[in-house]
């Protein structure tokens, strides 16, 4: 993600981002690290969905890899 999309996906300048940068750059490392855990939870989801569905498919016998 680029320094703007960061920016707007915050809902803030990119000034304030790049005074955020300089003067608080834990607050930025944990920004960061939220979003990576979010996009994680995401992909969790979608594979746990797929267990699911291949489970339901595996009841009627219809189980395919």
């Known amino acids: 993600m680029t320094r703007n999309e960061l920016a ?3 809902n803030i ?3 304030t981002l790049n ?3 300089k003067e608080k750059p834990e607050l930025v490392e944990l920004i960061n ?3 990576q855990l979010k996009s994680q939870i995401e992909e969790t989801k979608k594979y746990l969905n797929k267990l699911e ?3 339901e498919e595996a ?3 219809k ?3």
């Open 53 to 55: 569905d291949m489970k």
């Open 59 to 61: 009841k009627k016998g």
């Open 8 to 10: 707007e996906k915050l």
């Open 63 to 65: 189980f395919i890899l």
């Open 33 to 35: 690290l939220g979003l």
């Open 13 to 15: 300048s990119l000034r």
């Open 19 to 21: 005074n955020w940068e």
